[in-house]
Structure formats: structure tokens, C-alpha cells
């Protein structure tokens, strides 16, 4: 049922109505509910207390989540699964954690078509309520999804009932989608405000310094900026900082820290892009108070939904798109895998595959993917993450067909035209040295090798 704003003349009468402790709130979630929580840094934290201490009277009430920032009551107080049904489409280290314990489950979806699969689903499966914290309501009856715009735009048209939890610490972020008008509101609960999360300071190996190099090497005046989650990106961010670039834009999903940082040297100034000209444009943003303090009412900043930010054919109506994403493997084919090793999930795909493909639609577009070489095993051998294949069960994040450049601290290679062959050749020559010889021979037995390249 699609939630209409309403023309209310006394927004802060109607808030009064609406506000209950967090205990009255969670009781408009009945038995066989489907609940979407805030997601991000909009994670319900006293709403999702509350709910699990209605286990005893609830069952089968399914609850969707993405990058968890706090540990979800709901998932911990209920192993069996009976009463409550967590799901994660973008997996954290705290996701992480839970699904090992068997606690969290995964849903895998490209985020670009997030909305597109939610507006499809039927009746039985779509949700049916929303909870989700937001910024302090404004003196027109607004509030403000703050750092995450992501799916929340989409709860007003989805679910029957919401209830949002009131954080005075959320910025209040510009962007048509990031507003949430108190008509469309069934309860309001004022939360203990915690700190928002801080992403710590990263420390970056010689391993990290060397990737990071080649990737810099490879950005020109003008380029659309995409970071993507972990160190290798945010040291590319870094990188960025120092050089001698200039009128960069900011296209991504995910707003770090280090655009900031690349911001204050004079080196982003949007004005090239194609689209939302002068614009930061994210669906959501994570780092500590540095970021935070700086999209708060910030003008050149854009918050929106991901069937936009992710779009990969509006991201490529920028010139330039650069995009820079983590990667756990790469097998000699050039299939990536940057979610899971086997059949245990680390991440979800994110933007990766949105970008990467969109990066090569871009006119000038350059798309990475960045790993180690190797990595020591649990018995100390030095193991290959450029493997024959994909073991079974590991998702494959960039289908071959996708796959741009692959970046290793033995060097960049782009594998767009390549034969399986020349694949092969190219990705085995930045893989680690003392592996080489054994990854010729894999190459053989695949018949995806050329014996005279063997010299």
C-alpha cells in the first residue's frame, strides 16, 4: 500500500501523535510480517531491541538487512529461525560473524536493479513493514535517511506500516529522494542517539602502496571517480590526494573519507562531468566525522536511490568513469570473485559488477580490480588468489565477458579483446612469481596455453 503525503498544517502536533517508546512501536510487526530494515548507518538499533523481546509472541517474521553496522538482536535471539528470519544482502563483518553461526542468511541482487526486483515482488513476498532511523524531523515535517538514501526511499511506497527512529548525530543530507514527510510516518521513536559508526584510520602495506601506484598511473585530468569498500581503494583515494589531478568529479555508491580528503586539495570540482554537474553523487556514505560533518547540509552533495547512482548506463553518460573495487580472486579465465571463497560469503557484489561494466561504456572509462598476488594459507603455504578456476560454490562477481583491468602488485593488465590463451598469458605474468610456473601448468591441462609464449 503506497504511502501519500498529506498536507498537514502542524507537523509537530502530528509528530506528538505519532511518538511512542520503542516498545509500543515494534507491535504494529505482526507474526509473518516482512520487515525492511534501515540499512547502513540507518540500522534501527533501539526498535530492533525491542522486537526481539517479542520473539515468544511472533513466528516466521522475515527481516531484511544490508551491511550490518550493529549486531541485530533479532538474529541473535532466535537460532532456530522460527521466530525471525534474518537476511543480509550486503555482507559486513559483522554479517559475516552470523552467517558462520548460522544466524544470517544471504540474498544476492545486483544493486542497480534492487528496486526494480522489490516493485516485481508479489504480494506474499514484498514488505510489508519499514523501520528505519532517520535525521531529527525539520519545522516542515521532514525528515532525513541522512547517510544512506540506498533502498529507504522506496519503504513510503512498499509497506503498510513504518516506524522510524530518531538519531540527532544522522547529517542531514541533500538529494529529492533522501526526505520523509511525517504523513508518511505511523510511529516515531526518539533513539539514545549513539555516535555514529567511525571507520578508523587505514594502514597500508608496501603491497597496497605498489597497487595503488599503477592504478594512480592510470587516472587522467577529468576522470569520474568510483571508489569502492577496503584499504586498496581508500588508498587509492590517498594517492589521488597527492598528485597532480585535476577537475575530478564523484560519481559512486559509496562516499569515503578520502573524497574528502582529495576535495580539500582543490581536486575535485565536478565541473566536468556530464551529468549532475558540480555534484558529489552517492547512495551512501560511511567514514568517520571528517565525512559525516561534511555532506551535513552540504549542497554539492547528492544523495540518491541505486537504481540511479548504480545504473550502469546512467554512470556511463559520464566521460572517464574510473573505478577502483576489491577483488578476492581471479581465475586464468578472468572470471572474478569478490564475495565469497567457496561457499562462504565474505561480501555481496555492491556496485562492483555496476561499475565495472559501466566504466567500459564510459567514453575514456577505465574499471579496476585489485588483489594480492597471494595470501598464506592456514597451514603457512604460499597460496595463489590467480587460481586455474573458481573453487565450486564461489560466486562469480564480474562474469570473463565483464572483466576490465586486473591489478596485482606485479603489475595492471586489461583483459577486454583477449583470448582465453592471451588471458592466461597476461594474468599468470602478475601473479606471484614463485607460483608462475605452476599456474603454466594448470594453463595446460585447460589447453588455454600457448607453448612457444614459454620461453
Known amino acids: 500500500m503506497s504511502k501519500i503525503q498529506q498536507s498537514i498544517s502542524n507537523p509537530r502536533q502530528e509528530y506528538q501523535k505519532k511518538l511512542v517508546k520503542a516498545e509500543e512501536a515494534v507491535k504494529l510487526i505482526r507474526s509473518q510480517d516482512r520487515v525492511q530494515y534501515g540499512e547502513f548507518l540507518s540500522f534501527p538499533i533501539e526498535c530492533d531491541a525491542a522486537l526481539a523481546q517479542c520473539k515468544d509472541e511472533l513466528y516466521d517474521v522475515r527481516i531484511l538487512m544490508s551491511t550490518l553496522t550493529s549486531v541485530p538482536q533479532v538474529a541473535l535471539c532466535d537460532p532456530s529461525h522460527e521466530h525471525f528470519v534474518a537476511t543480509d544482502f550486503s555482507y559486513s563483518l559483522i554479517s559475516r560473524k552470523l552467517a558462520d553461526a548460522g544466524l544470517l542468511f544471504y540474498m544476492p541482487s545486483t544493486y542497480h536493479e534492487a528496486y526494480k526486483i522489490f516493485r516485481q515482488l508479489p504480494d506474499s513476498e514484498r514488505p510489508t513493514v519499514g523501520v528505519v532511523t532517520v535525521s531529527p524531523m525539520d519545522e516542515n515535517g521532514y525528515f532525513n535517511f541522512g547517510t544512506t538514501c540506498s533502498m529507504n526511499p522506496l519503504l513510503p511506497e512498499m509497506v503498510d506500516r513504518l516506524i522510524v527512529e530518531v538519531n540527532t548525530n544522522m547529517p542531514r543530507v541533500h538529494g529529492p529522494q533522501n526526505y520523509l514527510h511525517i504523513s508518511q510516518v505511523d510511529r516515531v521513536v526518539e533513539g539514545k542517539n549513539p555516535k555514529l559508526l567511525q571507520i578508523p584510520k587505514q594502514s597500508y602495506s608496501e603491497i597496497d602502496d605498489k597497487i595503488a601506484g599503477y592504478i594512480v598511473k592510470e587516472l587522467e585530468d577529468g576522470a569520474c571517480l568510483q571508489l569502492g569498500i577496503g584499504s586498496m581503494p581508500n588508498r587509492v583515494g590517498e594517492l589521488i590526494a597527492q598528485s597532480d589531478v585535476k577537475d ?106 555496476d561499475f565495472i561494466f559501466a566504466s567500459h561504456r564510459s567514453k575514456g572509462g577505465k574499471g579496476f580490480a585489485c588483489l594480492n598476488s597471494s595470501y598464506m594459507d592456514k597451514d603457512g603455504n604460499l597460496t595463489s588468489r590467480i587460481v586455474p578456476g573458481l573453487e565450486p560454490c564461489t560466486a562469480v562477481s564480474l562474469p570473463r565477458y565483464i572483466t576490465y583491468y586486473i591489478v596485482t602488485e606485479y603489475g595492471i593488465v586489461n583483459l577486454k579483446g583477449k583470448p582465453t590463451w592471451q588471458r592466461a598469458e597476461e594474468l599468470i605474468s602478475i601473479a606471484h612469481p614463485d607460483l608462475r610456473d605452476e599456474l603454466v601448468k594448470k594453463a595446460e591441462k585447460l589447453k588455454i596455453w600457448r607453448h612457444s609464449n614459454k620461453r
Open 248 to 353: 575530478l568529479g564523484v560519481h559512486t555508491e559509496m562516499l569515503v573519507d578520502s573524497f574528502v580528503d582529495i576535495y580539500n586539495t582543490g581536486r575535485i570540482t565536478n565541473l566536468r562531468k556530464t551529468i549532475d554537474k558540480g555534484q558529489f553523487v552517492f547512495t551512501f556514505a560511511m567514514g568517520s566525522d571528517k565525512l559525516y560533518e561534511f555532506i551535513h547540509n552540504n549542497p554539492l552533495c547528492k544523495a540518491a536511490a541505486p537504481d540511479y547512482t548504480n545504473d550502469p548506463f546512467v554512470i556511463a553518460q559520464n566521460d572517464k568513469v574510473f573505478s577502483v573495487c576489491s577483488c578476492l580472486e581471479v581465475d586464468l579465465y578472468g572470471q572474478v570473485s569478490s564475495e565469497s571463497m567457496g561457499a562462504r560469503q565474505i561480501s555481496g557484489i555492491g556496485g562492483q559488477f
